[in-house]
């Protein structure tokens, strides 16, 4: 399984960025795929999750800013970012399970990309 992340970049805040996340070769029919986010320093934090059923869940600081989606045609996760703020500026990471629910945390995560930089400036 390979995921490649793309679509970082560096914005203003108020702006909006929107991350993409290719997964090929994964063939679970039940699924969790999510994006983390991190700093150096500091550990992987979760931003948003979605399962094979459309189902999604938002840590609480990006809730009601940022939309996680999928197109299962095409085998894309998205993650669109609105109202950036500077505490936003992070490496942003895509990641898959092993098949399954969705059950927070990085530790539930095997499949991961190499990360895409967003970086918001004040």
């Known amino acids: 399984v390979q995921v490649v992340e793309s679509g970082g970049g560096q914005v203003q805040a108020g702006g909006s960025l929107r991350l993409s996340c290719a997964a090929s070769?994964?063939?679970?029919?039940?699924?969790?795929m999510a994006w983390f986010r991190q700093v150096p320093g500091k550990e992987r934090e979760e931003v948003a999750y979605?399962?094979?059923?459309?189902?999604?869940s938002y840590a609480g600081s990006v809730k009601g800013r940022f939309t996680i989606s999928q197109d299962n045609a095409k085998n894309l996760l998205y993650l669109q970012m609105n109202s950036l703020k500077p505490e936003d500026t992070a490496m942003y990471y895509c990641?898959?399970?092993?098949?399954?629910?969705?059950?927070?945390?990085?530790?539930?995560?095997?499949?991961w990309g190499q990360g895409s930089q967003v970086t918001v400036s004040s």
């Open positions: 070769g994964y063939t679970a029919s039940t699924y969790c």
């Open positions: 979605i399962d094979w059923r459309g189902i999604t």
């Open positions: 990641a898959a399970n092993s098949g399954g629910y969705c059950y927070r945390g990085p530790a539930n995560f095997v499949f």
